[in-house]
């Protein structure tokens, strides 16, 4: 029982690039979201997924696109890098609210 | 105004000193109230939940739900220097987190 697991951990990109961040769950979990966490501004919701074959815009999702390709992985895609997205990014997944949630362990991403 | 506000601190204090941290909020349709624990460089941890107002205590931890005045709070008693981490508070209007806000998070540091 791996939890949640995001690839990859660290990643460089140019503005422009295009690139998928990966995010798999082994917990049989229905809602799984991408979050990302700047300095002062905690945790920002860039997509949910409530369930398999639906996604929801969260606050900030401009830039991004996901894809919940089963009920165990869900990808962000970031279709055309810029420096404002340089963050770190989260994927968490949940059965419900009252139970453990788990986080990923992030991906530093860096848009230069 | 945002919809989840948090003092981000940082917030010092001695060891065994009690600590509270302390969210407001705007929407009145939040029903469940969350404590999140995330230590640097690593994913948040659900420390402890609330439905609606009222109190609930787990160990060291007790957390406090005032939904008339839209604030919430977290206790921590004999507070050690492994409780040094950033606190969020996130909240959601229903059990499946489909609209679930983060708070920004109050860093802590307990000196020994």
């Known amino acids: 029982n791996a939890g949640v697991t995001q690839t990859p951990k660290f990643q460089v990109l140019k503005t422009g690039q295009s690139m998928t961040l990966q995010c798999a769950q082994d917990?049989?979990?229905?809602?799984m979201y991408w979050y990302r966490q700047d300095p002062g501004m905690g945790l920002r919701l860039i997509y949910y997924?409530?369930?398999?074959?639906?996604?929801d815009k969260g606050e900030v999702p401009n830039g991004y696109n996901v894809s919940r390709l089963n009920k165990r992985e869900f990808s962000l895609r970031l279709e055309s890098a810029a420096p404002s997205q340089t963050s770190v990014y989260f994927c968490?997944?949940?059965?419900?609210?009252?139970?453990?949630?788990?986080f990923g362990p992030g991906t530093r991403l860096t848009v230069l | 105004q945002k919809e989840v506000e948090q003092d981000p601190g940082p917030l010092s204090v001695p060891e065994g000193a009690i600590v509270s941290l302390n969210c407001t909020y705007s929407?009145?349709?939040?029903?469940?109230f969350m404590w999140y624990r995330q230590y640097s460089r690593k994913g948040p941890e659900l420390l402890m939940y609330?439905?609606?107002?009222g109190n609930k205590e787990d160990g060291r931890f007790t957390a406090q739900v005032d939904k008339s005045s839209k604030y919430i709070s977290l206790f921590i008693r004999d507070s050690q220097p492994s409780d040094s981490a950033t606190y969020l508070c996130?909240?959601?209007?229903?059990?499946?987190?489909?609209?679930?806000?983060f708070g920004p998070g109050t860093r802590l540091s307990v000196l020994p």
């Open positions: 609330t439905y609606s107002s």
């Open positions: 917990m049989n979990h229905n809602s």
């Open positions: 996130a909240m959601s209007s229903d059990n499946y987190g489909q609209n679930f806000v």
């Open positions: 929407n009145s349709a939040f029903q469940y």
């Open positions: 968490a997944s949940i059965r419900q609210i009252t139970d453990t949630q788990y």
């Open positions: 997924s409530a369930s398999e074959g639906t996604t």
